[in-house]
Nanobody, 113 residues
Framework: QVRVVASGGGLVQAGGSLRLSCAAS??????NKWYRQAPGKQRELVAA???????NYADSVKGRFTISRDNAKTTGYLQMNNLTPEDTAVYYC?????????WGQGTQVTVSS
């Protein structure tokens, strides 16, 4: 059983930074994606990192967020800089291991103005 744990969320002032982490029980994963869901809105893709190391970002976070993973490919990260109140949401990570996709439990990010 793979348990995906997302952490690093919290309360930060506008302009601040947070780094989210996503670990999958020590399992190696090839694809890592971060989604977010704000109250009353649909879940949206924020950033993606594929097996080849290519990255993709939502227009709203380009230049501010950076997705990465460690060399062991067991932990993913989302570095979030210059945060705005519009970034307030629950952030979820999604990883692809050797057999299937797994979701993390979500971590709350709140940005105050």
């Amino acid at each position: 059983q793979v348990r995906v744990v997302a952490s690093g969320g919290g309360l930060v002032q506008a302009g601040g930074s947070l780094r989210l982490s996503c670990a999958a029980s020590g399992r190696i994963f090839s694809i890592n994606k971060w989604y977010r869901q704000a109250p009353g809105k649909q879940r949206e893709l924020v950033a993606a990192l594929n097996s080849g190391g290519d990255t993709n970002y939502a227009d709203s976070v380009k230049g501010r967020f950076t997705i990465s993973r460690d060399n062991a490919k067991t932990t993913g990260y989302l570095q979030m800089n210059n945060l705005t109140p519009e970034d307030t949401a629950v952030y979820y990570c999604l990883v692809l291991t050797s057999d299937r996709y797994y979701w993390g439990q979500g971590t709350q990010v709140t940005v105050s103005s």
